[in-house]
């Protein structure tokens, strides 16, 4: 698995891990059922801690994104049907932001709809 990781950046390598492996759902590159590497292999291959990636993949499996067993590995879950609380907090400043702007509710829309079919 290819992980573009920023070691200079403000964001903990364990978001970023998280962030990228969401990324990889969302474009269709990760489906269900695709086997993820072992926390061992893949903080091998990214030359990251252990526990860093295992900090990752705790969180991903918390949000609904992964599915860990002793016997299959770690897979990516079926895709949840439901917006968590924190996503849509996440969201809810930039949306404000965007209002305070004098962004039109269509433009914003707009804006999301691009952001959404990675046009931007």
Do not use: H, W
């Not at 390598?13 to 474009?27: D, K, L, M, P, W």
């Not at 590159?29 to 091998?44: F, Q």
């Not at 969180?59 to 879950?77: C, S």
Request: aromatic fraction near 4%; glycine fraction near 6%; hydrophobic fraction near 40%.
């Amino acid at each position: 698995m290819f992980l573009t990781l920023d070691f200079g950046s403000d964001i903990p390598i364990y978001t970023q891990i998280r962030n990228e492996i969401v990324a990889g759902i969302a474009s269709g590159k990760l489906k269900e059922g695709d086997r993820l590497p072992s926390i061992r292999a893949l903080a091998e291959e990214s030359g990251v801690n252990m526990l860093t990636v295992s900090k990752a993949y705790t969180q991903l499996k918390q949000e609904g994104y992964i599915l860990t067993d002793r016997r299959n590995g770690t897979v990516v879950a079926n895709p949840n049907t439901t917006v968590s609380e924190k996503t849509i907090q996440a969201l809810r400043m930039p949306v404000l932001e965007l209002k305070a702007s004098g962004k039109t509710i269509e433009e914003v829309q707009a804006l999301c709809t691009k952001l959404y079919r990675e046009e931007i």
